[in-house]
């Protein structure tokens, strides 16, 4: 698959951002997905990963009850809701699609947060 992002962009503290990342293809239903980011001059971290059947199965400590992944396999999407944002969720964001035989990335939108 191949995947776009959008939904990035500037907000302030405690404001919200909705992230969604968009496969092309007929198999997305067969593909984990994960959100990663990486802030500038930091390493790339997992932030959240969701089953094939819509399920999320993973959140990173510091975004536990702030963000929340999501999937519409229906219409070949991924989301992450992000509410609640502090400056260190400035990042540039990416999606990634998995499955035993393909990965694939997206380019990422960045994510800024300041007042």
């Known amino acids: 698959v191949q995947l776009v992002e959008s939904g990035g962009g500037l907000v302030r503290p405690g404001g919200s951002l909705r992230l969604s990342c968009t496969a092309s293809g007929s198999t997305f239903d067969s593909y984990v997905v994960s959100w990663y980011r990486q802030g500038q001059g930091q390493a790339r971290e997992l932030v959240a990963h969701?089953?094939?059947?819509?399920?999320?199965?993973y959140y990173a400590a510091h975004v536990k009850c702030r963000f929340t992944i999501s999937r519409d396999n229906a219409k070949n999407k991924a989301f992450l809701q992000m509410d609640s944002l502090i400056p260190d969720d400035t990042a540039m964001y990416s999606c990634?699609?998995?499955?035993?035989?393909?990965?694939?990335w997206g380019l990422g939108p960045q994510v800024t947060v300041s007042s």
């Open positions: 990634k699609a998995a499955v035993v035989w393909d990965e694939s």
């Open positions: 969701i089953n094939t059947g819509g399920i999320p199965v």
